[in-house]
Structure formats: structure tokens, C-alpha cells
């Protein structure tokens, strides 16, 4: 199948420039437009972009959930396949996409399977794969909650579900899982010691020293044995080890 499908393609990205190439190449054939939002990059992440036919938006990152949903509104078509730059479009993902998008369909957005990886290795198991998250749909119908981390999405009309595969080369190695790891959890901290001041009983019942220790147990035995990330191997319990640890 071929031609071009009426769907933009939005890239958050900053210091990518490993990564962008590849992933821009992976659409940039078959939708008709690509925009990259650079979030300050230092590196040849806007000159890579822009060699690669894409537009590049440029925006400082302040808050995620309102950082996305801005970037999607700069999007020309009513579809908006959202990237993130360590990920490509599949071959068989994107004939999907456009055999979907060019029959027409009453859905407003799909989830799509995102294949996790740590360098080399696919993680099958511990609640990683198919982890099915809302990537493409009507920016009008769809958008983040506005706060610092893990923002929740929000679509307002019918959901279908993708089955082929998003990659994502999730992390390079162990200390990049690390690195990754220690911003997020930071991220979840200061979150926590806002909510201290603006609603300290909840943060109290939430982040007491025995809820914590409850909570690190549960997800390493969620990761590890109810959703069979032994079944990785060695791989699958440093996953369950760090993200008990998260």
C-alpha cells in the first residue's frame, strides 16, 4: 500500500540527534506532514530534522501534559500520530495506519503495542508488552492532563486498538535505565512535596515510610511474578528490582 495518508506526525524531542534520523525516516515517506518540537536541543537535533524534510517547532519544555497538547495543536490535520524520537513506525504499522485512515473509521483514537527495548532486548514480559498506549487520534478529541509527570489521557469519543507494533528503543543500557529512572522518580518527588503544602493528608496517607515499603513489594511481585517478568530472565528481574525501587 502506498501513497499519503492524512495524518501528522508530531516528535517531542531534545539532545536526539542518535535518534531522530531513524525515526523520522520511518514516516516521512507516507504522511504529509512531520513536525519536530525541540525543547532547546544542544546538539545537531534541529539541523538532522530539518535535513529530513520535517518542521521544526521550537519550545521549552515546562510542564509535559501541557507541552504535548500544545505541540499537537501546530498540527494541519485532523489525525495526529504522536512520536517520542527513540521510537519508529513498524512496515506493518504503518500499512495499518493507512489502510484505517484512507477507509475511514468511527473510532477518534487507536492505541498502539509499543515493543520495549533495553539496548538489543525485546521485554516481553513484567506488564511491558503489548503496554498499549493512545498514540494516534483527532488532536480535537484528545488531550493530556496538564501536571509534570506521567500525565493521564484523556479522549473524548471511541477508542480502538492497534496491532501492530510501535518500537521503542526504551533505553540504550542498564545506566541509561538508571539515569532515566533517577529524573523520573525526581520528577515524583517534587510532585509529592507540592501536594505536602496543598493537601498534606493525602500526601501523608500516600507517602508514609510503611505505605512506600507496601508499595515497593507489590510491584516488584506484580512485575516479577503475576504479570511472569521472570520469564526475561535475569533482564526481567532488574526490571521488576528497579521498578520496586521507582
Given amino acids: 500500500m502506498r501513497g499519503v495518508s492524512p495524518v501528522s506526525v508530531v516528535i517531542i524531542a531534545k539532545n536526539e540527534e542518535a535518534n531522530i534520523k531513524d525515526c523520522i525516516a520511518s514516516v516521512i515517506d507516507w504522511v504529509d506532514e512531520v513536525i519536530v518540537v525541540d525543547d532547546e536541543s544542544s546538539d545537531r537535533t534541529v539541523e538532522i530534522a530539518q535535513e529530513m524534510g520535517a518542521r521544526v517547532l521550537k519550545r521549552k519544555m515546562d510542564i509535559e501534559g501541557r ?10 490535520n485532523d489525525w495526529v500520530l ?3 524520537a527513540d ?4 512496515e506493518e504499522l504503518r500499512e495499518e495506519i493507512m489502510r484505517i485512515l484512507n477507509e475511514g473509521t468511527d473510532y477518534v483514537g487507536f492505541s498502539i503495542p509499543l515493543r520495549n527495548y533495553i539496548g538489543d532486548y525485546w521485554i516481553r514480559y513484567g506488564g511491558w508488552y503489548p503496554a498499549g498506549k493512545i498514540r494516534l487520534f483527532k488532536k480535537d478529541k484528545f488531550r493530556y492532563e496538564e501536571v509534570e509527570v506521567h500525565p493521564r489521557a484523556f479522549l473524548e469519543g471511541k477508542c480502538g486498538h492497534l496491532k501492530k507494533d510501535l518500537i521503542h528503543y526504551t533505553y540504550h543500557n542498564w545506566g541509561d535505565f538508571l539515569k532515566k529512572l533517577n529524573n523520573q522518580t ?3 518527588a517534587k510532585k509529592w512535596y507540592k501536594l505536602s503544602f496543598e493537601n498534606p493528608k493525602k ?4 507517602m508514609n515510610f510503611i505505605h512506600t515499603l507496601w508499595r515497593a513489594l507489590d510491584r516488584f511481585i506484580r512485575t516479577f511474578f503475576v504479570k511472569k517478568g521472570y520469564r526475561d530472565g535475569f533482564v526481567g528481574f532488574m526490571v521488576a528490582y528497579l521498578a520496586s525501587l521507582y
Avoid: C, P
Fill in 67 to 76: 507541552h504535548r497538547n500544545w505541540a499537537y495543536s501546530q498540527a494541519k
Fill in 82 to 84: 504522536s512520536l517520542d
Fill in 87 to 90: 521510537e519508529r513506525v513498524s
Fill in 186 to 188: 525526581t520528577l515524583e
Fill in 203 to 206: 500526601a501523608h496517607y500516600k
